[in-house]
């Protein structure tokens, strides 16, 4: 139980177009979702959390009008990458719990996006 | 906010010993203390986590022991073996009422020859 699907694993795009990446929960609702940005060799942070039916709340230091976050469903966020550029390339993660909270359930990732902006 | 510090980044070890990693957390306040394994090219996938309310829990070759007074806790992977090279991060977060933030270590990046 419990899986996060992520699409697409991987994307190559030109630099000054947009991207959007999708976060699935599988098998439960997830009211809240969570992306993260991971550069080569470093560890995961936290970009911005994702609500359902509300804005995102975003991490300090990272541009809301360049990393768009819908949250439209129960199981769904899309982070969409605007006009991206060569620094965008990154390795992007989400996250969900059907535990609000973790008491029994703690966090699934999905298998995450591989973004090159060439 | 919360700060983790993961020891050591590195670890090697022989197949078969035994592998130790260590995170302390700064807040007080954190109850959650998950262990991921992220194997290149992937997501982290969940090993082992353990609640403030417990000292310790064991599944099968890895254990993990949290020290609440020392705010600390470790992650232990008994009899290794080579498909358990891969990097692993510590986190920590306050759960209970909504969802709590991760703040992740700095991540080790285990190698086990055979």
């Known amino acids: 139980g419990a899986v996060v699907s992520q699409h697409p694993s991987w994307v190559i795009c030109k630099s000054g177009t947009s991207v959007k990446i999708e976060c699935r929960s599988l098998?439960?609702?997830?009211?809240?979702m969570f992306w993260y940005r991971q550069f080569p060799k470093q560890s995961l942070m936290l970009m911005a959390t994702?609500?359902?039916?509300?804005?995102?709340?975003?991490e300090q230091g990272v541009e809301k009008d360049k990393f768009l976050i819908n949250h439209a469903s129960l199981t769904l966020s899309t982070l969409t990458v605007t006009s991206a550029h060569p620094e965008d390339s990154s390795f992007y993660i989400c996250?969900?719990?059907?535990?609000?909270?973790?008491?029994?359930?703690?966090?699934?990732f999905g298998s995450g996006t591989r973004l090159t902006v060439v | 906010g919360e700060n983790v510090e993961q020891h050591p980044s590195t670890l090697s070890v022989q197949e078969g010993d035994s592998a130790v990693i260590k995170c302390t957390y700064s807040?007080?306040?954190?109850?959650?203390f998950p262990w991921y394994k992220q194997e290149l090219g992937k997501g982290p996938q969940l090993i082992i986590d353990?609640?403030?309310?417990?000292g310790e829990k064991k599944d099968q070759r890895i254990a993990v022991t949290l020290n609440k007074t020392a705010k600390h806790f470790s992650l232990h992977i008994t009899e290794t073996q080579p498909e358990d090279s891969a990097v692993y991060f510590c986190?920590?977060?306050?759960?209970?009422?909504?969802?709590?933030?991760?703040?992740f270590g700095q991540g080790t990046i285990l190698t086990v020859h055979p």
């Open positions: 996250s969900a719990s059907p535990d609000r909270a973790l008491a029994n359930y703690g966090y699934t």
């Open positions: 098998d439960f609702q997830a009211t809240t």
């Open positions: 994702s609500n359902e039916g509300s804005k995102a709340t975003y």
């Open positions: 807040d007080s306040a954190s109850n959650y």
């Open positions: 353990i609640r403030s309310n417990v």
């Open positions: 986190a920590a977060s306050i759960g209970g009422t909504s969802y709590g933030k991760l703040t």
